[in-house]
C-alpha cells in the first residue's frame, strides 16, 4: 500500500516499505509482523530510521477528510 509513494522528510527520497517480525524474546516465535516505511538513502540523517505504515496511513486518511476533492471549495 502506497509503496513508491512515500517520501523521506529530509531527503525526499523515496522510502522503502517492509515488514518486520516482532519475536518473543526466550522463544524467538513470531508474535506479529508490522508494515514499515525506512529511509534508506546514504548520507541522509534519517537513514534507517523507519516510521509504521499505520501512523502514515493515518495522516493520509485525516489529510483526505480535511481535503476532499469531490466538494465545491476543493
Known amino acids: 500500500l502506497l509503496r513508491g509513494r512515500v517520501f523521506c522528510g529530509h531527503c525526499h527520497k523515496t522510502l522503502t516499505s517492509m515488514i518486520i517480525d516482532k519475536k518473543n524474546k526466550e522463544t524467538k516465535d513470531i508474535i ?3 508494515y514499515y516505511y525506512k529511509c534508506e538513502t546514504e548520507g541522509c ?3 534507517g530510521k523507519s516510521a509504521r505504515a499505520g501512523i502514515v496511513l493515518k495522516a493520509a486518511q485525516e489529510f483526505f477528510a480535511n481535503y476532499l ?5 476543493n
Open 32 to 34: 506479529s509482523a508490522r
Open 69 to 73: 476533492f469531490v466538494t465545491k471549495n
Open 45 to 47: 540523517e534519517l537513514e
